[in-house]
C-alpha cells in the first residue's frame, strides 16, 4: 500500500549503498595507487637517463671538444622524447640542455632545490614535469664536476590518468545500477517466502482453521515465523471451537428455562384459573428466573476473569476450617445419599475467603452429584515442599474418559451425563473454580479412574 515502507526497498537501496560504496572506495584507492606506479617507472626512467649520461661523461676523452660531448649526449637523448636531461657546471651554468627544452628560472629552481626526488611542477610551456637532480664528480678534463637534472615529461600520464577516471567512474556507475537491479532481484527472490506465508494466510477462514503452513518448505529464518503461525491458528482453531461449542451450550442452557416458563404461562393463561393455581405457577415462574439469574452472574463472573478483572482481598484462609463449613451445608443431602465423606489434614493459604469457600463448595456439590448411594467421599489437606497448600477431593463413581477430563473446565460443558441423565447446574462450577483459583496464581487439574475420581487444586502457602 502506499505510504507503507517496503522491504524490498529498503533492502535494495541497502544492497544499492553497500555496494556503490565498496566500488567507491576502491575507485579512490585504486587512483593514488596508479599513480604512483607510475611514480615508481618515472623514477626508473631518471634514474637510467642519469647513468647514461655518467656513462656519456665517462667514455668521452680528455681531449674531446665541448661539441663532440653536446653531439653524444644529443645523440643519447633523441630516442627518448619525454625525457629532458640538463647539465650543470659547478657554478650552475648550464652546460648541456636537452632539444627543445626551453631553459627558464624554474628548471633552475627545482634542479637547485634538493638532490632528492621532487614532485610534479609546470614548466614556462605548460607542460607538467617530474624531476631529480644527482651530483656528478669531475670525470677528467672533459668533466670537472657539477650536477645533471633529469625529468620526465607527464603529459602522456595526464591523459591516461584522466581516461582512466573517466572510465572507472563510468564502471562504477554503471556496477552501481546494475548491483542495485541485481540487489532488488535478490531481495524480490529472497522475500518469496514471505510472500507465499501471506497468500497462504490469507485463505484461512473459519471454514478451515485447520489448515497449517509448510514448515519443511520455509528458509531457516522463516521457520520461527511459520511455526509460531501455525501455533497461533491451533489456539485459534481451540478458541473458536470452544466459543462455537459455548454459544451452543449456552443457547441450550436458557432455552430449558424460557421454555418452561413459556409453557407454564400459556397453559394458565388458555382457561381461568384459581388463586392457588395462578400462586402455584408464579412460583414455579420465580424459580426459573432465579436459575437464570444465577446464570447470567456465573457468566458476567466467568467475563470478569477472563480479562483478569477479578481482584481477589488477601486474608489468611484455614482450608480445613471452611471445608467443614461447606460440608455441613451439604450435610443434609450429604446423608439423603448415604454418602461416607472423609475429611483430613490442614493447609493454610490467603486469599479471598468468599471465592475460596465458593470454589470449595463447587467441588464438593460437584462430588456429592456425581457420587452413588453409599459411595465415599474423602478430601486430603496438605503442604508440599513447594510451599504449596494442596486441596484433594476424590469420590467413587463412574470413570470419566479421558478425552472429557481436558474439557471439564470449560463452560457449560457437562460430558456425557448431560446426555444420558437430568443433571442439577448449569455446567459452570468447574470453570468458576478454576477462574477463582487462577486468580488466587493457583491452578487444579482432575484425574478419574478405577472407578474414583479426583480433583486436585493448588495455591501459594502467601
Known amino acids: 500500500m502506499p505510504g507503507r515502507p517496503s522491504i524490498t526497498l529498503r533492502l535494495t537501496l541497502l544492497f544499492s549503498l553497500v555496494s556503490t560504496g565498496v566500488l567507491f572506495a576502491m575507485g579512490l584507492l585504486l587512483t593514488p595507487l596508479v599513480e604512483r606506479h ?21 667514455t668521452t676523452s680528455p681531449n674531446a671538444s665541448p661539441r663532440l660531448l653536446q653531439d653524444r649526449l644529443d645523440e643519447l637523448m633523441a630516442g627518448q622524447r619525454d625525457v629532458a636531461v640538463v647539465l650543470f657546471s659547478s657554478q650552475w ?66 591523459h591516461f590518468m584522466t581516461s582512466f577516471r573517466l572510465a572507472l567512474w563510468l564502471v562504477i556507475g554503471l556496477a552501481a545500477v546494475v548491483s542495485g537491479l541485481l540487489g532488488w532481484w535478490a531481495t ?25 503452513l509448510p514448515e519443511a518448505a520455509m528458509p531457516v529464518e522463516l521457520a520461527g515465523v511459520v511455526t509460531g503461525l501455525n501455533v497461533m491458528l491451533a489456539r485459534l482453531e481451540g ?17 430449558t428455562p424460557v421454555n418452561r416458563l413459556l409453557t407454564q404461562n400459556q397453559v394458565m393463561l388458555s382457561k381461568p384459573r384459581s388463586a392457588d393455581d395462578y400462586q402455584d405457577v408464579l412460583a414455579s415462574n420465580i424459580e426459573a428466573l432465579e436459575q437464570l439469574s444465577g446464570m447470567i452472574s456465573d457468566m458476567l463472573f466467568l467475563a470478569k476473569a477472563s480479562n483478569d478483572l477479578v481482584v481477589p482481598k488477601r486474608e489468611p484462609i484455614k ?18 445419599a448415604r454418602i461416607t ?19 470449595i463448595g463447587n467441588l464438593v456439590s460437584n462430588a456429592v452429584r456425581h457420587t452413588p448411594p453409599d459411595g465415599q467421599i474423602e478430601i486430603v489437606l496438605s503442604r508440599d515442599a513447594d510451599r504449596l497448600a494442596r486441596f484433594s477431593i476424590s469420590n467413587t463413581g463412574p470413570t470419566i474418559e479421558a478425552r472429557h477430563l481436558e474439557r471439564l473446565f470449560d463452560r457449560f460443558y457437562r460430558g456425557e451425563l448431560a446426555k444420558h441423565e437430568k443433571t442439577e447446574g448449569s455446567g459452570l462450577g468447574l470453570a468458576i473454580t478454576k477462574s477463582i483459583l487462577q486468580a488466587h496464581r493457583g491452578g ?17 502457602v502467601k
Not at 48 to 53: F, G, K, N
Not at 343 to 357: F, H, N, P, V
Open 93 to 158: 651554468q648550464p652546460v648541456y640542455v636537452s632539444p627543445g627544452i626551453r631553459l627558464s628560472a624554474d628548471w633552475l629552481a627545482h634542479a637547485r632545490a634538493d638532490t632528492a626526488r621532487l614532485p610534479a611542477w609546470p614548466d614556462a610551456d605548460g607542460r607538467v614535469w617530474r624531476g631529480h637532480a644527482q651530483p656528478l664528480p669531475a670525470q677528467g678534463r672533459a668533466w670537472t664536476g657539477g650536477t645533471v637534472f633529469a625529468a620526465v615529461d607527464l603529459g602522456m600520464h595526464q
Open 38 to 58: 607510475f611514480a615508481s617507472l618515472d623514477g626508473l626512467r631518471l634514474d637510467s637517463a642519469t647513468q647514461l649520461v655518467r656513462h656519456v661523461l665517462t
Open 444 to 460: 487444579i487439574q482432575a484425574a478419574s479412574g478405577d472407578g474414583r475420581t479426583i480433583f486436585t487444586f493448588w495455591l501459594p
Open 319 to 336: 482450608l480445613h476450617e471452611e471445608t467443614r463449613h461447606v460440608l455441613d451445608f451439604y450435610e443434609a443431602l450429604i446423608e439423603e
Open 239 to 255: 478458541s473458536f471451537k470452544k466459543l462455537t461449542d459455548f454459544s451452543s451450550d449456552i443457547a441450550h442452557e436458557l432455552r
Open 188 to 212: 524480490h527472490r529472497g522475500l518469496a517466502p514471505l510472500s507465499d506465508i501471506r497468500k497462504r494466510t490469507a485463505q484461512i477462514t473459519i471454514n478451515n482453521l485447520n489448515d497449517r
Open 341 to 359: 465423606v472423609r475429611l483430613t489434614g490442614d493447609a493454610e493459604t490467603s486469599g479471598d475467603r468468599l471465592m475460596m469457600r465458593r470454589a
